[in-house]
Nanobody, 121 residues
Framework: QVQLVESGGDLVQAGGSLRLSCVVSGSIIGFKKMGWYRQAPGKQRELVAVITGGGSTNYADSVKGRFTISRDNAMNTVYLQMNSLKPEDTAVYYC???????????????WGRGTQVTVSS
């Protein structure tokens, strides 16, 4: 089955950096898009960044200029480089992909379990 595992979340001080990774396992043969969402305490889940199969990227206004999404299709991995972190970035970050696999021969949506990012001060 398709499985998403996020890593890289940590406790950092304001102004610091983190790189989140999401490894997608399973018999993936193609990605429509790969992205990151986040949910802060008491808030709704929101889109942070997404990269499409064609390589186009989109970012939430709140992270533009600070976060960068990238991918390594050979390893079925998507990254989120987060710089100049602010306390407002504190949230659980979730990986999300739309992909096709040999188990499900159509594009389907998959979610990771999340990784905690906490920015102090």
């Amino acid at each position: 089955q398709v499985q998403l595992v996020e890593s890289g979340g940590d406790l950092v001080q304001a102004g610091g950096s983190l790189r989140l990774s999401c490894v997608v396992s399973g018999s993936i043969i193609g990605f429509k898009k790969m992205g990151w969402y986040r949910q802060a305490p008491g808030k709704q889940r929101e889109l942070v960044a997404v990269i499409t199969g064609g390589g186009s990227t989109n970012y939430a206004d709140s992270v533009k200029g600070r976060f960068t999404i990238s991918r390594d299709n050979a390893m079925n991995t998507v990254y989120l480089q987060m710089n100049s972190l602010k306390p407002e970035d504190t949230a659980v970050y979730y990986c999300n992909v739309n992909a096709i696999s040999t188990s499900v021969y159509s594009y389907s949506d998959y979610w990771g379990r999340g990784t905690q990012v906490t920015v102090s001060s």
